[in-house]
């Protein structure tokens, strides 16, 4: 099964941009729907964003609309997650995720795949 490992979080300020990237561990990843996914502390885990395997369409969580961007390289097996003027409540452990299904939804439960997270932290 593909395994999928995300990277680039860190501390930044508020206002501040980061770039998130997923790596998977095999081309079949082309054909999978990806997301992004955030938990922050005490709190449930939340969906950010959304690409389809075909078109690669892609929708937000509307508390991110409009400053992050979803994107993906598929020769590098690979899906982002461009976020520019952070805010201190997108504080978090961002996590991909993956199906193999035509499920394009929010919920947590229609994806099959998840990396391990990176953490994400805003400051003031």
């Known amino acids: 099964q593909v395994q999928l490992v995300e990277s680039g979080g860190g501390l930044v300020q508020a206002g501040d941009s980061l770039k998130l990237s997923c790596a998977a561990s095999?081309?079949?990843?082309?054909?999978?729907?990806k997301a992004w996914f955030r938990q922050a502390a005490g709190k449930e885990r939340e969906f950010v964003a959304h690409?389809?395997?075909?078109?690669?369409?892609?929708w937000y969580a509307d508390a991110v609309k409009g400053r992050f961007t979803i994107s993906r390289d598929d020769a590098k097996n690979t899906v982002f997650l461009q976020m520019n003027s952070l805010e201190v409540e997108d504080t978090a452990v961002y996590f991909c995720?993956?199906?193999?299904?035509?499920?394009?939804?929010?919920?947590?439960?229609?994806?099959?795949?998840w990396g391990q997270g990176t953490q994400v932290t805003v400051s003031s």
């Open positions: 995720a993956a199906t193999r299904t035509n499920y394009e939804g929010a919920q947590s439960m229609g994806y099959d795949y």
């Open positions: 095999e081309h079949a990843f082309v054909y999978y729907a």
């Open positions: 690409i389809s395997a075909v078109g690669g369409v892609t």
